[in-house]
């Protein structure tokens, strides 16, 4: 029997039920709507199925203690400040890297003067794969969708006038992220900011790189281990770096539903967690400093339910399961970034509009620092111009529309709080799958989330290519006479011939020997069991670069070469 | 599909990556969509060198070569690969591919050598079509 007294369900009178009726009748002979889109009337675009209206009885299995709780307490549903943005807005936090590290100072400072709160690296992907500017494997990438940073001295051009002593940056890199790390520690020190000063996220989730975006560089059991060795060296000597951002906006991107990126990315987390506890860390010791990076995708009520869902299910775990007994164990902190793949290349300007809604479903869940997407990311790099309109939709939608003012203002909802609960029963259901496997490693290995996410897409497509789903611009209210702007900002291979002389500069400019020591010194640390931190140091101290520094590390742990499907 | 001209064989098509873009949702609904219109798909993996995905096609009688690059390197690593069937002596292997593209590069791309260039939003079933039509002349004239 349900307590009623507990319950979120009121009792009902048989007043109400007789209208229900009625409502049930009349709804029965209202035909559904046909034409463009009604196929997917009756689903969200993760394929969870859709009543027409929802009451108290899709809710009466609720306890609003257990379930829902207050703003600020277990299990966090409605939020993990008590509260929320009412004593502090989100972070606006644009991420952005192009071309040279010089190039992207400017975009820095031009961000910071116009109001943006904290900084956001993103790297090129010859620096995401561990290869310096001039390797062969660099050809036609370097300075294309992000920034070329080779040793520390493009770090310190990077954050060239800007205090990091007073700002918090996340850097978005993963294979190689120890080293970046590295590299911002002996910036930072060069310039008289002790490391533990330093404020700022590392995404590190190589988990989520083998799922979705794959860019990896050893296999993951020693993958893993460095981020332990990471999390390990930031709870002794940086208090205040939150040491990995667990990613599922990758996951998503690469086309999972969304209850897939919740149970995958969560899932992620966890690994972490055992891997750390088994390396012999107290969960209270690094758990507080774990943070997360959801997808915010067009489907309004099915990503707030997500937010709400992922903070209760990742409560519950970390003090059932994981015994944290310090809350801010307990309590997920999370990042979104708006959708790139619901933006579309076809009425760019149409991308404003989505990405307003998508922020604002991440406001109404709860998140701690969002980016917005830029119109024209779809096409290309950013403007300047599509830049700013991002940055101010977030800040209309914080200081105009009043959604801040209230928290957690869906609380309660029939609807939103049954797809909440909905969201936590299929996540449920994963981690069982997962757990057959004999844990996440195991499951990304055999290739159980890639396979699932591949599946996920294909559907997708093919309600899009069947008219069932309706995306505006591309197959439905085309413009047959568009034309594409012309104003789009590429990065020219000059920038690369530069980086490779640059580079090749450095390594000129420096003493071999100590590079040479410091490298076979990584080496022996990656064979061993030392934690390889003070090591990675010591190696960007004496300038090596990023791509000799991966290269004494795949001498120990080999490269990854995935297990091809599709 | 066409009954009038059907080849005996299903027409065989290379779906790659190449250079060090990871994105791999197009390419890989690409290569289910194109095997489920009945061609026989060979998906490269990432990370693919411009020389190895022609010798792939190669080897394997490829009718077509698709290529996806969403990381910018388009520029680049598209003319590699029209050099290296040029090279290799695999003209008649119909190349073409797809990616955030701007109207522009495709533009020149297609100068260059490529037959076509997809861009975010094209129907699977223009792909298709393409891809049935163009690979099938192929197969007519090589056999």
């Known amino acids: 029997m349900i307590d009623r007294a507990s319950g979120l369900g009121p009792d009902v009178s048989p007043e109400y039920r007789e209208l229900v009726e009625r409502w049930e009748a009349k709804a029965e002979r209202t035909p559904p709507r046909s034409g463009k889109g009604s196929g997917a009337i009756d689903r969200t675009i993760s394929d969870v199925p859709l009543k027409a209206v929802y009451g108290p009885d899709d809710v009466a299995h609720l306890d609003v203690t257990r379930d829902l709780g207050v703003p600020g307490e277990y299990p966090y549903t409605r939020g993990i400040h008590p509260t929320m943005y009412r004593s502090r807005l989100w972070t ?43 390797s062969p494997k660099s050809l036609g990438e370097v300075g294309k969708c992000g920034v070329a940073i080779d040793s520390v001295r493009d770090m310190e051009t990077l954050f060239a006038g800007i205090d990091l002593g007073a700002i918090t940056t996340s850097m978005t890199i993963n294979g190689p992220a120890a080293i970046a790390l590295a590299q911002y520690v002996v910036t930072a020190e060069n310039k008289g900011i002790p490391r533990a000063n330093l404020g700022g996220t590392l995404q590190a989730d190589i988990l989520k790189e083998y799922i979705a975006q794959k860019e990896w560089i050893f296999p993951p059991r020693p993958h893993v281990r460095i981020i332990v060795d990471m999390m390990e060296f930031c709870t002794k000597q940086m208090p205040k770096w939150n040491t990995i951002s667990v990613s599922g906006y990758h996951i998503r991107e690469a086309g999972s539903t969304a209850a897939q990126e ?17 390396r012999g860390m107290d969960v209270d010791e690094f758990a507080p400093r774990l943070s997360y990076f959801f997808n915010s995708h067009i489907d309004f009520f099915e990503e707030i339910a997500k937010f709400r869902a992922a903070r209760r299910i990742y409560a519950r775990h970390m003090r059932e399961k994981y015994h944290a007994k310090d809350p801010r164990s307990w309590q997920l902190r999370f990042h979104t970034q708006t959708a790139g793949c619901s933006a579309t290349a076809q009425q760019p300007e149409n991308n404003i509009v989505r990405v307003s809604f998508e ?139 530069g980086q490779a002389r640059s580079v090749q500069a450095v390594r000129g400019n420096r003493d071999t020997a100590v590079v040479e020591a410091s490298l076979a010194a990584l080496k022996h640390a990656c064979a061993g069991s030392d934690n390889v931190m003070p090591y990675l140091i010591d190696c960007v101290k004496a300038v090596a670069t990023e791509g000799e520094i991966v290269d004494a590390m795949v001498s120990v742990y080999g490269r990854y070469t995935e297990n091809t499907q599709f | ?58 080897q394997e009688d490829a009718d077509g070569i698709g290529l996806s690059i969403l990381s910018g390197a388009h520029m680049t690593l598209f003319p590699l690969v029209v050099e290296q069937l040029k090279e290799q002596g695999a003209e008649d292997i119909v190349f073409f591919g797809g990616g955030t593209i701007p109207a522009d590069d495709a533009a020149e791309l297609k100068r260059r050598g490529v037959r076509e260039i997809f861009t975010p939003g094209a129907p699977l079933s223009e792909i298709i079509a393409f891809v049935e039509r163009e690979c099938g002349k192929r197969r007519e004239t090589v056999g």
Not at chain 1, 463 to 488: C, H, K, M
């Open chain 1, 359 to 497: 922020a604002m479903a991440a406001a109404l869940g709860g998140t701690q620092s969002l980016h917005t997407n830029s119109m024209d990311e779809v096409l290309a790099l950013p403007s300047e111009k599509s830049v700013e309109i991002a940055l101010r939709t977030q800040q209309v939608l914080a200081y105009e529309t009043n959604v801040t003012n209230v928290v957690d203002p869906l609380g309660g909802a029939y609807f939103v709080e049954a797809l909440t609960d909905e969201m936590e029963r299929q996540v449920e259901q994963y981690f069982a799958q997962i757990a057959d496997f004999g844990g996440m490693v195991e499951a990304v290995e055999a290739g159980f989330p890639q396979r699932e996410i591949a599946d996920a897409s294909y559907r997708y497509q093919r309600s899009i290519e069947s008219g069932e789903r309706v995306i505006v611009g591309v197959n439905a209210f085309e413009r047959p006479d568009e034309t594409q702007p012309g104003d789009l900002l590429k990065i020219g291979a000059e920038i690369e011939r």
């Open chain 1, 92 to 134: 606006m936090r644009q991420f952005a890297g192009f071309g040279n590290a010089k190039q992207t100072n400017e975009r820095y400072h031009f961000l910071l003067s116009q109001g943006q709160m904290g900084l956001s690296v993103a790297f090129d992907m010859p620096t995401l794969m561990g290869y310096d500017s001039d």
């Open chain 1, 262 to 278: 919740l149970a995958f990315t969560l899932a992620d987390g966890f690994a972490y967690v055992e891997a750390a506890v088994a």
């Open chain 2, 1 to 58: 599909m066409p009954a009038t001209n059907a080849p005996a064989r299903p027409l065989r098509v290379i779906v790659a990556k190449a250079g060090l873009d990871g994105h791999d949702r197009g390419a890989k609904v690409i290569a289910r969509a194109l095997r489920d219109a009945g061609m026989e798909v060979i998906y490269t993996g990432l990370f693919q060198a411009p020389e190895q995905i022609v010798q792939t096609a190669i």
